[in-house]
DNA sequence: TCATATTGTTCCATTTGCAGAACAATGTTA
DNA sequence: TAACATTGTTCTGCAAATGGAACAATATGA
């Protein structure tokens, strides 16, 4: 340790305060053997005597009150490092930052988001929508909602929260340009776009139907790292891509994608709850965290 | 200790703005393990992260940052505990109370007192020159000088500052109204004035002179546990009184006592400067300390 | 005045916490 | 891209701090 021990300024306010060694150590749940023995250390690294003690009275140096004006402000400050970790353990309380896809929020968790504010007054919910892959402990992020893919950082923790079941879809105009697809081979005829893995790597396709399966590599118009964004491509007629059926539904029902291949179906997309360590979580993330999987095993169990 | 222990707090308000483990050990003298490990054990106690550490990164948690406000206020104390600290050890400095007899003052130390207050600016010296015999420790004196006697009290250390060659005197209207004594053994017809010892016992008297000794305990007509006190009692006619030449010189000069059998004197008395232990002294005591013995030994080494 | 209760200090077996090195993770540079 | 440098964490023998009991000192009360 340094050189003047903060813990020995403690336990000094508190002998001064209680006016007696048995007491204050009686108050701070140390034997007097202890305090008597820091007291002394104390005085020796100061260099000079504290207190005078008899056995009946205590009383200060000139030297003791003066040291005890910073004594007291060190206790006080731990007195309200407790209090402030007492409340934190209490209830859930700050800023809580969290990112997600937009999508992710309005079509699936608006009702939730309302509820957990509604919930906790004393939570202050930040909520980044931004298509962007955020860096979460760069920017202070508590969760980030994460599809596809989970980050292999020995850091971070993850939690599963859905699994959607995935197809092809385009935008009619590509459509009409490039020709309808009628069958998996006729993907290598087509501009693809696709979702790039973990280690920025392109990723194939495999198309399921009943017990047949189909892979392949199709051209690479363009490639993302999140079913958002090429989602977006998609709409904006750049070419085909396999994304969750739940996040295309809107786009469809707008007439802005289309199915491709009905028949075939892509492999699952799950969504990741991604959040720094597990070791020690604030009360903040880990109600946020509950409330979004009962969120989702109350929809699809 | 208590719970959260403010030892922690500095070391975390010295990582926090060093930015790093590493540094945050150099700078506080101890070996970066120990750092990790007094800063997770402070998250344990607290149920909560305070940073999120990569090895290259440090982003302080929501948290984090609150206790940083309490953290850098501990660091803060300790500083000025050590500035403190520094400064006292450097000069000697503040308040010195000191009691000691008035004549002793007056006739002896007046250059010294002078020199020492001159010597050090930065103390203020407060005399007690009250003939009551004071509660050291009761009444905040650093230093107290006593004559004759020296306490038997654990708590407190004495050294031998002076002695003094001493006398029977007693006051011309008193010698006029009983007669002068011719021999010791006529101090049995006398009022004596006696010195109490340790035990508030009278002490007898003790004559010498050259080979010849003599003892006895003339009927006391008063007593008092200072020498100070038996002169003021001896001028006031009241008995006479075994005191140190030294301090009766005055008197005699000016008429108010006269010497009592001037072939024998009286056992030497002992000025004694009296302190509250010597485990660790103010540099103040130890400056006056050294000042009054190097003004004995000039005097009568 | 003597027994009692309470205080601060000392002692020593036990345990805690430390220091240093090895390790794992992660930027940096050639 | 691969060797390197630097960071935070983990491990372990060992030294230092702890805490309960015995002790010494001192008020208190009968």
Redesign the pocket.
């Known amino acids: 340790m340094e050189q003047y021990e903060p813990n020995d300024l403690l336990i000094f306010a508190r002998v001064a305060e209680a006016g ?4 204050a150590a009686e108050r701070l749940g ?5 305090v ?5 250390v104390l005085e020796d690294r100061l260099g000079e005597r504290l207190m005078l ?6 009383a200060l140096t000139e030297f003791g009150n003066q040291l005890l004006e910073h004594a007291r402000q060190v206790a006080a400050e731990v007195d309200a490092v407790k209090a402030l970790s007492e409340y934190r353990r209490a209830q859930p309380s700050g800023r809580l930052r969290v990112s997600m896809p937009s999508d992710f929020a309005t079509l699936l968790l608006t009702d939730m988001l309302a509820a957990f504010v509604a919930l906790h007054p004393a939570v202050s919910l930040e909520l980044d929508l931004s298509p962007r892959r955020v860096d979460l402990i760069g920017e202070n992020f508590d969760l980030v909602v994460r599809m596809g893919d989970l980050p292999d ?3 971070l923790a993850a939690r599963r929260i859905a699994v959607f079941p995935s197809g092809l879809y385009a935008a009619p105009g590509y459509l009409a340009e490039h020709g309808n697809p009628v069958a998996p081979d006729d993907l290598h005829q087509h501009d693809a776009l696709l979702l790039l893995g973990r280690n920025s790597e392109a990723v194939g396709w495999t198309l399921l139907c009943g017990e047949q399966r189909w892979e392949g590599l199709p051209p690479a118009r363009a490639s993302a790292n999140s079913p958002e964004l090429l989602i977006s491509l998609a709409r904006a007629g750049a070419g085909i891509a396999a994304v969750p059926d739940y996040f295309a539904a809107p786009n469809v029902r707008r007439g802005e994608l289309v199915r491709v291949l009905p028949d075939w179906r892509t492999p699952s997309h799950t969504a990741w709850l991604v959040f720094p360590g597990r070791r020690l979580m604030p009360a903040k993330t880990r109600a946020f965290i509950n409330m979004v999987e009962t969120a989702f095993t109350n929809v699809d169990g």
């Open positions: 007696s060694f048995s007491r140390l034997p007097k053997s202890t008597s023995r820091r007291i002394s003690r008899t056995t009946r009275r205590l950082d020995a850091m």
